[in-house]
């Protein structure tokens, strides 16, 4: 069974970084599709970034340019870097593995950014 399980998160005043990591586990292949998915407090979840085997990689328009997606060469791992952070980057980011069409979830790690 597919599990993920994100790290990383925490407290950051305005302009500095974090680097969040996701790490897949029970599986034996490379998930095609993975990425980064947040919702801010009363806010909907919204897709972050995404990245699918060969590196192509797409960010929403509000990160831009800020935050950058990466995996792992072998692993079914998945980070993002957040540079440049605002008080509206704050909420609660979540690691997505899309396998065969089906979205699978970590419980999420929470981001604070403060101004």
């Known amino acids: 069974q597919l599990q993920l399980m994100e790290s990383g998160g925490g407290l950051v005043q305005a302009g500095g970084s974090l680097r969040l990591s996701c790490e897949a586990s029970g599986i034996n292949f490379s998930v095609n599709r993975m990425g980064w998915y947040r919702q801010a407090p009363g806010k909907e979840r919204e897709l972050v970034a995404v990245i699918i085997l060969g590196g192509h990689t797409r960010y929403a328009d509000s990160v831009k340019g800020r935050f950058n997606i990466s995996r792992h060469k072998i692993k079914s791992a998945v980070y993002l870097q957040m540079d440049s952070l605002v008080p509206e980057d704050t909420g609660v980011y979540y690691c997505?593995?899309?396998?065969?069409?089906?979205?699978?979830w970590g419980k999420g790690t929470l981001v604070t950014v403060s101004s």
């Open positions: 997505n593995a899309r396998v065969y069409g089906t979205d699978h």
